[in-house]
């Protein structure tokens, strides 16, 4: 699977911003989901998950209530919807693959992962 993420830019504090990761080589409805970032000088951390089939999402404490991850298997796509951006969002984001059933959070669960597209929120 080829994951290609885009959407991001640069957006002042408390915009919005929706994150696109599409996918080709293999149908995406094989696969759990997940969106992680990286801040400069920070390890790769978890944002984000979908299941296979749309029906669980999981997200980390911070983003919950402002983030919504959503997919379509039919146009292979996946979404990072962006709400109420605090400057401590400003990372890479990356788009990633899992073969479980699951949601998993951990980045060692996934195996094919997108190149990043970068969010920076101004205060």
């Known amino acids: 699977v080829q994951l290609q993420a885009s959407g991001g830019g640069l957006v002042q504090a408390g915009g919005s911003l929706r994150l696109s990761c599409a996918a080709s080589?293999?149908?995406?409805?094989?696969?759990?989901m997940g969106w992680f970032r990286q801040a400069p000088g920070q390890a790769r951390t978890f944002v984000s998950t979908?299941?296979?089939?749309?029906?669980?999402?999981y997200y980390e404490d911070s983003v919950k209530g402002r983030f919504t991850i959503s997919r379509d298997n039919g146009k292979n796509l996946v979404y990072l919807l962006m709400n109420g951006l605090k400057p401590e969002d400003t990372a890479v984001y990356y788009c990633?693959?899992?073969?479980?059933?699951?949601?998993?959070?951990?980045?060692?669960?996934?195996?094919?992962w997108g190149q990043g597209t970068q969010v920076t929120v101004s205060s």
């Open positions: 990633a693959a899992s073969d479980t059933s699951g949601v998993p959070v951990e980045s060692s669960w996934y195996t094919y």
């Open positions: 080589g293999r149908t995406l409805s094989n696969y759990a």
């Open positions: 979908i299941k296979w089939d749309g029906t669980i999402t």
